[in-house]
């Protein structure tokens, strides 16, 4: 409420009041109005000096923009300038008029509240310049920061990130090439540099490959971070060269290969502890009582070639030695001293393929060593073997159970140098790459024949070994481990989708007679450098062509109905043979395949009975088909008595494994058949056909591709076929044996 208003109510009040306070009343009115008067003036004052400082700004000339001149003088007589000449003449004529312009012309200050309005409205915008500014510089900083980034990124795409380090060398801004050269140009010095290692107050020095250190390149490759278009920016590469990445090499280390040598060089044997074993005196098996000794730390050992090997560091490394106690006691072998002979004395055939060698223990007493093995079990459900030291199975209630007996198993030394002596040179093969081309005439060109080597896996071998002695087992597989050919193929092939070897088909004919193994080189010879389209069904005997003596044939025991004959090609089925386990391995389709009406031996030497495929024009054929996603190239050819086919191709993924062969329904031939010959002498004879037992046999084949399998069957049923015999009239001399087929 105003004081004007107050001043009104207390006038109001003022009637009712006693007439002794009108003095005091009159009084205190006139300060009252004494002091508005004052509030009025300064009030007056100020409201008079606001409207001289509006007035001031509103008197202040308005900017006369300036009209641009015309660029060129033409421009002058325009529309515009006439307009304004007229005016003038007007002007001059009329000098009324031209006053009432002038009064016109003159600005009309607009309202206070509206003057107001545009001076905040100046004043804002003048606030507001500077931050837009601001901010306007910061985007241009940012978007150039932006483009710099994406130029920087694409430009080193694909190359190491900065401060990228490994072994101490620094590999920014790198390809994986450039970073596998360097790699390689600093690991391959630092594997046959030499470590001084201290053990037991010796010093001896091994280099990092005789200590166990393998360098993975390829692992420490992927360890690395590369710079990516599109995900890497600026902020990314700063911190990278503010916080260099220090990668360890990516490394292996094979610690028993480090024991061995090791123990080697410092002639370690003599203060190793030694478990009890056996050993003949005078032919008497007696038992070696233990001994104790040292031990290498084999964890402290670890450690250190690890991070030798991580910075590719000639550190010295120091080998602590721990005292050992030997488990196995010549108290504990006597005690079971009978039973280990029996286990001992079992022999134990060794077989691959065809091959087969057997062993007894107890004539190699050298490959002999005890130690003890834990087993874990449940029950007599379940049983698992473990590795525990002592007091770490701590007590098991029923039924669970930690055993602990004593195991037999092989010395890997003798062994070994009895593997390489009698198994190795038969099984063991190293691979044999193959270059394919074609010539000028369009002809294929092998040069090489693409054949995968073989290794005998002893460490697998030795283990299989223990476990069948043990647990009284007959017989142990070789493991062999396919080390595969390279192949290399011209463009023009590779472009038809021959790359690589897809299978292999493979059989024996030890024993075959000369004009046999003559018709199998012919043969094989006709399917050398054939191409087999996708999708086409190839057949064995449209290929094979005519067999007589103008295609190069000679006369063989051929398997007909009315018996076993001479004929031109005998021993043509060796080669269908062959070419049919290819097409098995390859997992390709078969189409017609027919085994033998009988079993004959030469099919058996390699891979066993069941994987034969008999051939005659016109009766039996061998067809399968190319389902794979290119052309397939055969390559054919024999080695000794061995015959070869390779399927070179694309690898589609798929696997085949074998199963077999399952044996059984053995039936025995009648009699022999005497047949009388008029054209023999008088009582000789001659066996042309030999007895044949008869049974059926069962291969299962599994295809795997594209994380299915499929479960084929192949089922050979072979008749059983009594012996054949010539005789003359009159039979009296014994059989004389022909040749099997």
Known sequence: MSKKKKKQKYKKKKVAKPELL?????????????????????????????????????????????????????????EKSKEVKKSKKEDAKNPDIKAEKTVASEPIKPPFKQRLKENIKKKFAKDLRKPIIVIFTLAGILFILFLASVLTTFELSNKSMPGTRIGGMDLSFMTIDEIQNKLMEKGQPFLENKIKVTMDGQTQELSPRELGIGLDTRGTISDVEFISFGKTNVIDLISGLIKPDNIEYAVSIDIGTAVKNIEAKFNFAEKKSA???????????????????????????????????GLLSLAPITVDLLDDTPLVTQAKLEEQLDSIKELLKNKIFLSYENYSYSVKLIDHIDWVKFDYRDTFKIGDKFSMPIELHDGEAGSLKEPFAVERKLWISVAEGPFV??????????????????????????????????????????????????????????????????????????????????????????????????????????????????????????????????VDASTGYRTELVIKAEGTIPEYGGGLCQVSSTMYRAAIFAGLPIVERAPHSYAVSYYAQILGYGMDSTIY??????????????????????????????????????????????????????????VETPGMAPGTRRQVENAHTGFNSTWYRYITKNGETIKETIESAYRAMPAKILVGPAAAAPAEEAPAQ
């Open 417 to 546: 140098a009895w593997v390489d002596e009698e198994i190795s040179g038969e099984l063991e093969s190293e691979p044999q790459d193959v270059e394919i081309s074609k010539d000028e005439n369009g002809e294929i060109v092998f040069n090489g024949r693409g054949e995968n080597g073989k290794k005998i896996m002893k460490p697998l071998l030795i283990a299989a070994l223990a476990e069948a002695i043990n647990n009284q087992i007959e017989e142990v597989t070789i493991p062999v481990q396919e080390k595969f050919a390279n192949v290399k193929t011209s463009e023009e092939l590779q472009e038809m989708g021959i790359k690589t070897l897809i299978a292999t088909g493979k059989s024996a004919f030890a024993g075959s007679p000369t004009n046999r193994i003559h018709n199998i080189n012919v043969g094989i010879s006709k399917y050398n450098g054939v191409i087999i389209e996708p999708g086409e069904t190839f057949s064995f005997n449209d290929q094979l062509g005519p």
């Open 617 to 674: 024009p016109g009766v039996h054929d061998l067809r399968f088909t190319n389902d794979t996603p290119g052309h397939i190239l055969v390559q054919s050819y024999t080695d000794g008595t061995q015959a070869f086919y390779k399927f070179y191709g694309t690898d589609d993924g798929r696997r085949v494994k074998l199963e077999g062969p399952y044996n059984y329904g053995y039936h025995s031939a009648s009699g022999p058949i005497l």
């Open 275 to 309: 478990n009890a074993y056996l050993a003949f005196e005078e032919d008497v098996l007696k038992v070696v009582p233990e001994k104790s000794g040292k031990t290498i730390d084999l964890r402290t050992l670890y450690l250190s070639l690890k991070k030798n090997a």
């Open 22 to 78: 009108k003095p005091i009343l009159s009084e205190t009115e006139k300060i009252e109005k004494e002091l508005l008067a004052k509030v009025n003036k300064k009030k007056n004052k100020k409201d008079k000096k606001k409207k001289e400082k509006v007035d001031k700004k509103n008197k202040k000339p308005e900017k006369i923009k300036k009209e641009k001149k015309p660029l060129f003088k033409f421009l002058k007589n325009t």
